[in-house]
């Protein structure tokens, strides 16, 4: 392959990306399939428009293996997050967690408190994924005691999550945001607050409203009193099996590597399990493969009980797999490049700038599941015309932000989609309408970036 920019015209690379997302949009929609084999479609599709363009197969291959390599840390994040979920259920910390949450919470209050305590945690660890597999699991199953529709809780966990994930100055989205855009850290993050701070507190309004609008009656009180005496019947409830946690969260604020901090908290959940739920250490590998198997008769206590373990991440590993292997495809064959290239060229205003930039990080999200592409592609493609038109970069590092990081866990194959649905039980179709700060805070850098000033 000589020159890959030459193989597709603009209007090329828009048809093959319709063709794209109308595989997926219809499986997804109308026959309502699993993402794994629309995004196998897209990659025959794909493949078959090369082979058109006389790409040799040997290197669509390779495109498509670069693709699966540059997913390996969030691969291997995703397993040890599976182990980490099935370690704390072994050791009776997320029992424990739900047992006082469940003492101490009130129901109608509960949509708003897990926004706020992983605004906090997301804050304090500058990660999502961290706050969504310590408190954001334990506070589904206080939502599977009271009753609350658990796509409304994931959607208070996921907005919570992410508050932190895009506003940390530790978070790692934040800090690649301001760096592709050569904007300093904190300049990014004073710029963020002007959509984000609106944004949260409409998120908060709106929490709070269906928190009041359910009615919890006595019947439910009772549920959760029953739920509280059968988890006590099955798991050492106890304060030092909260260790685990605590020191993941103690790690990560002090900046620890992602992967040896849950390691050790995978470990020390272990040592707690073995010493506090008088466990052998042979349970404790089972479960690390297989997750917990707890029997019990209560379905609700079952479901909360019973998860994590190697096994439960299978799934969302696969799903990445493919899809970083469509987004090393298109890679290759310079179709996301050609599209923005031909998109820069249309661009007259600041508002169709910033628009464009956020469109774009959003096409990325969607064609490749992967937020850091959704962030350098058009933060490289896009940055040399936000100089040419004397727009502070701020613009574009909040706009890519607000794009690439908050758009990603909407995505059902996108890393944060894949991993937040199959960690919190809840598909990524039915928490998306309750994400609320996941949309309106891109929806307000785009209503911002036409005005004089915002």
């Not at 363009?53 to 495109?63: C, I, N, Y």
């Not at 866990?409 to 996941?438: E, R």
Request: charged share 10%.
């Amino acid at each position: 392959m000589q020159n890959n920019q030459n193989l597709f015209t603009y209007r090329q690379a828009i048809l093959t990306t319709i063709g794209i997302l109308g595989i997926i949009f219809i499986s997804l929609f109308i026959f309502k399939t699993e993402p794994h084999i629309p995004l196998l479609a897209c990659i025959l599709m794909v493949s078959f428009v090369g082979i058109t363009k006389r790409v040799a197969w040997k290197e669509l291959e390779d495109g498509m293996v670069k693709g699966i390599q540059s997913g390996v840390q969030p691969i291997i994040l995703l397993a040890l997050i599976g182990l980490l979920i099935g370690a704390w259920m072994f050791s009776g910390t997320i029992p424990t967690v739900i047992v006082y949450a469940l003492s101490v919470i009130n129901p109608t209050y509960l949509l708003i408190t897990a926004l706020f305590s992983c605004m906090v945690i997301s804050s304090l660890v500058g990660s999502s994924f961290t706050t969504v597999s310590t408190i954001g699991v334990a506070l589904m199953g206080v939502g599977i005691a009271t009753g609350l529709p658990l796509e409304w809780v994931a959607g208070a966990v996921i907005c919570g999550a992410c508050f932190g994930d895009k506003m940390s100055p530790m978070s790692d989205t934040t800090n690649f945001a301001s760096g592709v855009s050569s904007v300093p850290l904190f300049t990014h993050i004073r710029h963020m607050t002007k959509t984000t701070v609106p944004a949260i507190i409409i998120t908060a309004i709106i929490f709070l409203m269906l928190g009041f609008s359910t009615p919890i009656n006595e019947a439910s009180l009772l549920v959760m009193s029953e739920m509280v005496a059968v988890i006590n019947q099955h798991v050492a409830v106890s304060m030092w099996t909260l260790l685990s946690p605590l020191l993941v969260i103690v790690l990560a604020v002090r900046k620890f590597p992602v992967i040896p901090a849950f390691t050790i908290g995978i470990i020390s959940a272990g040592i707690t399990g073995i010493l506090v739920q008088d466990a052998s250490i042979g349970q404790f590998l089972t479960t690390l493969q297989n997750g917990t198997t707890f029997t019990v008769e209560n379905e609700q206590v079952s479901n909360i009980l019973n998860r994590g373990g190697l096994q439960s991440m299978m799934w969302s590993i696969s799903l990445i797999m493919i899809a970083f292997a469509l987004g090393g495809l298109l890679e290759k064959l310079q179709i996301i490049t050609t599209l923005l290239t031909g998109l820069f060229e249309r661009i007259q205003s600041r508002g169709q700038l910033i628009l464009s930039t956020v469109a774009s990080s959003l096409g990325v999200n969607l064609l490749t599941g992967e937020q850091y592409l959704s962030i350098l592609i058009p933060g490289q493609t896009f940055k040399p015309l936000y100089e040419k038109m004397a727009i502070d970069r701020k613009y574009l590092s909040r706009s890519l932000e607000d794009s690439g990081t908050l758009i990603n866990p909407l995505v059902p194959w996108g890393v944060s989609g894949a991993f937040f649905a199959q960690t919190l039980g809840v598909s990524v179709i039915d928490y998306l309408p309750f994400a609320f700060f996941l949309y309106i805070s891109p929806l307000f850098t785009i209503l911002f970036g036409f005005r004089a000033k915002g």
